[in-house]
Every structure is written in structure tokens, then in C-alpha cells.
């Protein structure tokens, strides 16, 4: 993907200025920040995700990181980015993997607004990392830029933005890229409970996996199937570009969709170098129409704050979920 440097989110608070809370849940780590209203990182915090301990816990866990980074109670506002699929309308947790049992279900704005006495805005954990990305093309295009965004990691996820607006869909579930089907996946079970989806091919684990058919040899992960694709070991390589070219593939056909303005392309699978950059980069361009030629996949502006900084920017375009209001 080609490069730029990180730059700082323009994170808008309140009318008062007052800044504000951003957390980012994962399926093993919390991270928070409180953030200034010119998107400085005033205090940082992280913790383990108390994943098998059931919603509740998680929840009280999050409540606590946005005490440890806010102890002076400046902020107003929390802004949370979430595994899983949230609704961030009705600030539910629609849908989830086993990576936090019972997450599923979770009122997760009403439950974090009545822990911490924020009013709370909640949303997916990719498209709150996109929306930074989404505000500095709308910078560029007065306010109808259109995005296609994808996360590579121990999962695939994406955020669509089309005409300056980020997508959510019905339950929250728009963007949710990795459950396209995939012909370089069929057939493989999906942890959604389908088959054939690119997130089995493509992943962090997918890639792992991928080899391990190849070689019959177990892998402990992808950094390793890397090193032996540097060395020259032909499964290793297959097994990469395999996976690169099936995320290109994917995302070549929905820009043909819907036409982005902007192509990034982030999350830990395309940081293991060039070798899935290019592959993915050839697959994107080769299914991409006449109008889109020029088009290529970009890394994110943003570093390792970038969770944080999206969920406290969702404050300012969703809606705020009270503590002790009427559910």
C-alpha cells in the first residue's frame, strides 16, 4: 500500500471544549485515552480484556479504564469502539464471535453510560477507526468523499463511506467485508457459520492456516509463515499471496461497486511487507474498471491511536446514549 506519514485526528468535542474519553475494546486488550479537543492524547491507559468472564465483566472493566485516563472527571462525553457488530442507533451489540462469550446482546451504550455517567456514543471498532480517514478525505472533497476501508488482522472487517457519510446498516452490520464470499475460500468454514468467506483465506489466521493444508505442517503464526516466504519456501509464499490476492480481489469488485474516492487498506496482516502488498495491490488494480484506473490502495494516516481517537470522534456524529435514560 503506499505510505504516508501519521498525522494527528481532528477530534471536534462539545460546544465547551471539554475533551473527551475513547476507548477501544478488543478481544484481549482495552485501550483508552482521554483526547483534547485538537485530538492530543492527554492520558493513556491499557488493561486486559476480561473476555471469559461474561458481558457484565467486560463492561465494568471498560468503566474502570475511562476512570483511569479521565481521574479529574474533565470529560463529558465517551466514545467507544467495539468488537463485534454494533448498532450504534440503538447502542446494541447485534452480533459477535466467541472471542467474548456473550458479548451478543450487550447494551453496550447503556450499560457504559450508566457505569461511567458519560452520555456514550458506541460503534464497531473498524468504522471507528475509519471515521478519521473519512473526515480528512471530506476535508478534500467538501464533505462527499466516499471510502472503502479494510482491516486485516486475526479477522477482516471494513468500513464503507459513500458521499461523506459512513454506512451502518440495518443493525450495524455494513462493512463487515471479510463474510464475502471468497473462491479462493470455498468451501472452508467460517466462524460466522457459513462457508467460503474471504476472512478464512485472508486473515492473520487464515494465511496460517492456509499453509498449514499446504505444508500439513502445524504453524504457531503468521509472522512465521512470513519468515520462510522471505527465505524462499515455496508454500510460505503461496499461502501469502493466496491470501493478499483474494482481499485484492474482493475489494477491486466493491470499488467497481461503489466508486471510493479512497482505497486504505490497514490492521497487522499487510505490515508482514511487500510480498502481500504487491499481490493484493496487482488483484485490486486488475479488477478495477476503466473510470477507477489510478486507484491503488493506501495505508491509514494514522499510528497506534487510532482506535482511541476514532471512538472519541464518534461523539460528534452519533448519537449519545444517557445514563439512567428510558431503555
Known sequence: ??????????????????????????????????????????????????????????????????????PGRAAALLGIAAA?????????????????????????????????????????????????????LNAERQDHGSLLFAAIGTGVGGAIAADGRMLHGASGIAGHLGHLPSPEAAG??????STGHL????SGPGIAAHYE?????????????????????????????TGAAAAGQVLGGLANAFGPDRVVVGGGVPRIGPLYEDALRAAFVSELMEPLRGLVPRAPLLGHDAAVLGAA?????????HPGAHR
Request: net charge negative; charged share 15%; proline share 7%.
Open 313 to 321: 470522534a464518534l461523539t460528534t456524529t452519533l448519537p449519545l446514549h
Open 1 to 70: 500500500m503506499t505510505t504516508t506519514a501519521p498525522r494527528t485526528a481532528n477530534v471536534r468535542t462539545g460546544p465547551d471544549g471539554r475533551p473527551v474519553v475513547g476507548l477501544d475494546l478488543g478481544g484481549t486488550k482495552i485501550a483508552a485515552a482521554l483526547v483534547g479537543a485538537d485530538g492530543t492524547v492527554l492520558a493513556r491507559h491499557s488493561r486486559p480484556t476480561p473476555a471469559r468472564a461474561g458481558a457484565a465483566a467486560v463492561l465494568d472493566a471498560l468503566a474502570a479504564a475511562a476512570a483511569e485516563v479521565d
Open 188 to 193: 472452508l468454514p467460517c466462524t460466522c457459520g
Open 213 to 241: 493444508r499446504l505444508t500439513g505442517a502445524p504453524v504457531d503464526r503468521l509472522e512465521t509463515v512470513a519468515l520462510r516466504a522471505a527465505q524462499g519456501e515455496p508454500a510460505a509464499v503461496s499461502a501469502i499471496t
Open 84 to 136: 463485534g457488530v454494533v448498532d450504534p442507533r440503538t447502542g446494541m451489540v447485534t452480533s459477535a464471535t466467541d472471542s467474548i462469550p456473550g458479548w451478543a446482546g450487550t447494551a453496550l451504550g447503556a450499560g457504559l453510560a450508566d457505569r461511567t455517567g458519560y452520555a456514550v456514543a458506541c460503534d464497531n471498532d473498524v468504522r471507528a477507526t475509519a471515521g478519521p480517514e473519512l473526515a480528512a
Open 199 to 202: 476472512e478464512v483465506i485472508a
